[in-house]
T-cell receptor, first 113, second 113 residues
Framework: DAKTTQPNSMESNEEEPVHLPCNHS???????IHWYRQLPSQGPEYVIH???SNVNNRMASLAIAEDRKSSTLILHRATLRDAAVYYC??????????????FGKGTRLHILP | KAGVTQTPRYLIKTRGQQVTLSCSPI?????VSWYQQTPGQGLQFLFE???????NKGNFPGRFSGRQFSNSRSEMNVSTLELGDSALYLC????????????FGPGTRLTVT
């Protein structure tokens, strides 16, 4: 399985944008990039996913490098409620026609008031 | 629409006992997956059920088993509990296998003494 590398932790100030990086140098052409986050005392929740083009939704934006070897999850205006562990995950949509998610260690995001 | 529910939320068992955890997926969802989360190993995939059949299994001993009923509700069972089985057990559901988005429940916190 293609692996992802994320910083262990990051800090950001409230109401400022946050850029969470993810490296995936061995990504294959059919790997989608997914992001999930886990708030304290909750199960993970889906944030966003993409293949090649940048993606936006109500929660965040996903910026994907042209060579797809890295991506960045962007929270446009962080709030204290965004403090969570963020997981960057690769899923091969051609072969992974199942619901098995391989989670890494993720990035623990701290938001400073 | 109600989210994924898991019962019980907390459980304390002693070594050697067995335990059954329950998961009710979102109405209409047919795929249910189970994960174990510990501080040391993080989130690890246990198994996935779809249409009452186990479709995928993680790297766990045979003491861990599960099943899915015709109404898509799922149970997982751990026999001969060990101290290392203390963990947060999370259930996730999706509308169909391979869906981009999975919905996680709040988990069952199992403590083995």
């Amino acid at each position: 399985d293609a692996k992802t590398t994320q910083p262990n932790s990051m800090e950001s100030n409230e109401e400022e944008p946050v850029h969470l990086p993810c490296n995936h140098s061995t990504i294959s052409g059919t790997d989608y990039i997914h992001w999930y986050r886990q708030l304290p005392s909750q199960g993970p929740e889906y944030v966003i996913h993409g293949l090649t083009s940048n993606v936006n939704n109500r929660m965040a934006s996903l910026a994907i490098a042209e060579d797809r070897k890295s991506s960045t999850l962007i929270l446009h205006r962080a709030t204290l409620r965004d403090a969570a562990v963020y997981y960057c995950i690769l899923r091969d949509r051609m072969t992974d026609r199942d619901d098995k998610i391989i989670f890494g260690k993720g990035t623990r995001l701290h938001i400073l008031p | 629409k109600a989210g994924v529910t898991q019962t019980p939320r907390y459980l304390i068992k002693t070594r050697g006992q067995q335990v059954t955890l329950s998961c009710s997926p979102i109405s209409g969802h047919r795929s249910v997956s189970w994960y174990q989360q510990t501080p040391g190993q993080g989130l690890q995939f246990l198994f996935e059920y779809f249409s009452e059949t186990q479709r995928n299994k993680g790297n766990f001993p045979g003491r861990f088993s599960g099943r899915q009923f015709s109404n898509s509700r799922s149970e997982m069972n751990v026999s001969t509990l060990e101290l290392g089985d203390s963990a947060l057990y999370l259930c996730a559901s999706s509308g169909d296998r391979g869906s981009y988005e999975q919905y996680f429940g709040p988990g069952t916190r199992l403590t083995v003494t």
